[in-house]
């Protein structure tokens, strides 16, 4: 089993970066692929970013536009997601996932075995 841990959200001014953090505890070693998924209530969750165990599949929602950064330390455990230049519609509840299988980074979250309590950022105007 796997349990993760998101860190690194807060309050922002609107074209300010945060950089998001989520540290994997348990059975890590086995190749996994990690995601980070966004969600504000009354809208479905949405796809942010993914990447895949050895980080040479990487996938961002098009509403990024070059904007986010994905990255995993596995010595670590750690997938880290770093925001800048960052808008109010950004505003939301992140959470980062992680599957069993290693399936190479999926936009669907129904791929994904394993998720965190989530971190709320938020972005002023």
């Known amino acids: 089993q796997v349990q993760l841990a998101e860190s690194g959200g807060g309050l922002v001014q609107a074209g300010g970066s945060l950089r998001l953090s989520c540290a994997a505890s348990?059975?890590?070693?086995?190749?996994?692929?990690r995601g980070w998924f966004r969600q504000v209530p009354g809208k479905e969750r949405e796809f942010v970013a993914a990447?895949?165990?050895?980080?040479?599949?990487?996938y961002y929602g098009d509403f990024v536009r070059g904007r986010f950064t994905i990255s995993r330390d596995n010595a670590k455990s750690t997938v880290y997601l770093q925001m800048n230049s960052l808008e109010p519609e950004d505003t939301a509840v992140y959470s980062c996932a992680a599957d069993d299988r290693n399936l190479g980074g999926s936009r669907m979250a129904l791929s994904y075995d394993y998720w965190g309590q989530g971190t709320q950022v938020t972005v002023s105007s």
């Open positions: 990447i895949s165990w050895s980080g040479d599949h990487i």
């Open positions: 348990g059975r890590t070693n086995k190749p996994h692929s």
